[in-house]
Nanobody, 125 residues
């Protein structure tokens, strides 16, 4: 059974950077598309970024384009989210999720059905 564990969250000042990691166990990530989601208090969950199983297709929400970068290292069974130029509105619990999908385009991936427990990101001075 695939299990996902996020790490790398914390408190950072506006303009700072964090790198989140999503480490998998129980199965290889080679055939899974991975998404990063976030949920702030009182707000709906938002898909921030996602990446296809090969890494060749990615997606970014408009709110993070140019600031966040998703990547994956299948040899380490880990997916990363590099977050730069952080803003207070990026404050949320960040979750990674997986779906079994070997397709070329991340936009065609089915709903995510494996979820991590989340990591808190707080952007504040």
């Amino acid at each position: 059974q695939l299990q996902l564990v996020e790490s790398g969250g914390g408190l950072v000042q506006p303009g700072g950077s964090l790198r989140l990691s999503c480490a998998a166990s129980g199965s290889t990530l080679d055939y899974y598309a991975i998404g990063w989601f976030r949920q702030a208090p009182g707000k709906e969950r938002e898909e921030v970024s996602s990446i296809s199983s090969s890494g060749g297709s990615t997606m970014y929400a408009d709110s993070v384009k140019g600031r966040f970068t998703i990547s994956r290292d299948n040899a380490k069974n880990t997916v990363y989210l590099q977050m730069n130029s952080l803003k207070p509105e990026d404050t949320a619990v960040y979750y990674c999720a997986a779906t079994l999908w070997g397709g070329r385009s991340i936009h065609s991936a089915p709903p995510y059905d494996h979820w991590g427990q989340g990591t808190q990101v707080t952007v504040s001075s």
